[in-house]
């Protein structure tokens, strides 16, 4: 069936390691966000995609980084570089983008932890 | 940045009660939309209500806008257990490509 497909659910990372968090849709959605969710808060932008192959900062990029060579994948890396990755990461697709942005489809989420 | 802040940060009711979550923001907007969210899960979207409308409703879900208090809220009417989640009010400020969320508030409907 059609949806955003998060792995892993759980994830644990050593201190130094980058790790990759993997985000699939199968909606044919243009859109892909990445989110942070910490304990009672919010969400906060990490990166988006509006297109293949182009992709943009959100309002936390630090320490993390993406790639869109697929219209289908947005993987998230958490590098060495983000001292405090511990977080529920939510990856998002929407049909369009931009200022038309109607609706967002969530994926179930990852839980990364540090070791 | 957080743009939208709901109201109350929790709330808990009896089954067959009504939740009433606000939530204000800041800048002007072209859309404001709610979300749920069960935990440990991700996010559904519930309703979205345009920067010209006023009210919208969606089965026991009811939605008002006004853009003079900039502010909104969610009406939960008849409220069943499985509502128990947290909800979050997101907006996409006017001219912006991103959709800001509040910091959610956690509903709890006891049967």
């Known amino acids: 069936d059609g949806g955003i497909t998060q792995s892993p659910k759980y994830l644990f990372r050593k201190e130094g390691q980058n790790v990759t968090l993997s985000c699939e849709q199968n909606?044919?959605?243009?859109?892909m966000y990445w989110y942070r969710q910490d304990p009672g808060q919010g969400l906060r932008l990490i990166y988006y995609s509006q297109i293949v192959n182009d992709f943009q900062k959100g309002d936390i990029a630090e320490g993390y980084s993406v790639s869109r060579e697929k219209k289908e994948s947005f993987p998230l890396t958490v590098t060495s570089a983000q001292k405090n990755p511990t977080a529920f990461y939510l990856c998002a697709s929407s049909p369009e983008g931009g200022v038309t942005n109607e609706k967002l489809f969530f994926g179930s989420g990852t839980q990364l932890s540090v070791l | 940045s957080q743009q939208g802040e709901e109201d109350p940060q929790a709330l808990s009711i009896q089954e067959g009660e009504n939740a009433t979550m606000n939530c204000s923001y800041k800048t002007s907007i072209n859309n404001l939309q709610w979300y749920r969210q069960n935990s440990g899960r991700g996010l559904v979207h519930l309703i979205l209500i345009r920067s010209n409308e006023r009210e919208k409703h969606s089965g026991r879900l009811r939605v008002t806008l006004d853009t003079s208090k900039k502010s909104s809220s969610l009406l939960i009417t008849a409220s069943r257990a499985a509502d128990t989640a947290s909800y979050f009010c997101?907006?996409?400020?006017?001219?912006?490509?991103?959709?800001?969320f509040g910091k959610g508030m956690k509903l709890t409907v006891n049967p």
């Open positions: 909606l044919n959605h243009d859109a």
């Open positions: 997101a907006t996409l400020q006017g001219g912006s490509e991103k959709l800001v």
